[in-house]
């Protein structure tokens, strides 16, 4: 099988770390955000949950999770592509999700996802990965009991496309039926943004999860059963995730100091 999957050529290793170029600067975790939403280190809860940092600039948003050993750091282009680091002591684990393209790098192997025998080797790639491992632990920790407001969901997202590719291709849908759950219809009037009277930074974000969340669902109904059904329903999720995270910006551009700041209680 290790002969026929199709492993990055140099070509694609030179497109990727453009993407990871534009979209995942080196420093970016550990600079000062242009925009300080007004969660940033506020978060309630019991005193395991996660310590949040986020922010952006005109070209890329930012999100930083500790929560013991285990940190999360993800980083979306306007478009909604992103880089997705999961790290866990010497583990780490990298995604790429860029519109009709995944990728993984573990332990210096590469692999683009786009082939059922591709699938199949990311599982193996992933297969004892503690960074994973605990990826799913706090999506399972946090999920149920998550006010799932848009850093939440930011948050959320990224561990629920991570679990996916471990063979939880359910994570994505089951994350945003719970968003649907709490929040549909659930659209608080904040002060109005230009002529548009009824578009709200968090009406705006809820609007595009919810028809994410439709599209989601219709393309996890058609893909069919088997390999090849597992391989179209890790496109499904990567397809949500690409609008999940473009809407996570679009967010916190909203929340920019010239905006309103919008608020669910």
């Known amino acids: 099988m290790a002969a026929e999957v199709k492993a990055l050529s140099f070509g694609r290793i030179v497109v990727i770390a453009l993407v990871l170029g534009q979209v995942w600067p080196a420093t970016a975790a550990d600079a000062a955000p242009v925009v300080v939403p007004c969660e940033v280190g506020e978060r309630a809860g019991p005193a395991d949950d996660p310590t949040v940092r986020f922010g952006r600039d005109d070209e890329r948003a930012w999100?930083?999770?500790d929560r013991g050993g285990f940190r999360v750091r993800k980083f979306t282009a306007p478009g909604g592509a992103s880089v997705i680091e999961l790290t866990h002591r010497n583990d780490t684990v990298v995604i790429q999700v860029a519109s009709g393209s995944t990728g993984v790098i573990r332990n210096r192997r590469s692999i683009v996802i786009d082939s059922a025998e591709s699938f199949e080797a990311a599982q193996e790639v992933l297969g004892g990965s503690s960074a994973l491992f605990h990826a799913r632990a706090l999506l399972s920790d946090l999920?149920?009991?998550?006010?799932?407001?848009?850093?939440?969901m930011s948050l959320l997202s990224a561990l629920a496309f991570a679990a996916s590719l471990t063979g939880d291709l359910g994570a994505p849908?089951?994350?945003?039926?719970r968003f649907m759950q709490r929040h549909r219809g659930v659209y608080r009037q904040v002060r109005l943004l230009g002529a548009e009277e009824d578009r709200t930074c968090w009406s705006a974000y809820s609007s595009e999860v919810n028809d994410a969340w439709n599209d989601l669902q219709d393309c996890m109904e058609a893909s069919g059963d088997g390999i090849m059904g597992s391989l179209r329903?890790?496109?499904?999720?990567?397809?949500?995730l690409l609008r999940s995270e473009s809407a996570w910006f679009?967010?916190?551009?909203?929340?920019?100091?010239l905006a309103a700041v919008a608020r669910l209680d």
């Open 173 to 177: 849908l089951r994350l945003t039926d």
């Open 63 to 65: 999100l930083s999770a």
């Open 143 to 152: 999920e149920g009991r998550s006010a799932l407001k848009a850093v939440d």
């Open 250 to 257: 679009e967010y916190l551009k909203c929340l920019s100091p």
């Open 233 to 240: 329903r890790l496109a499904c999720n990567a397809e949500w």
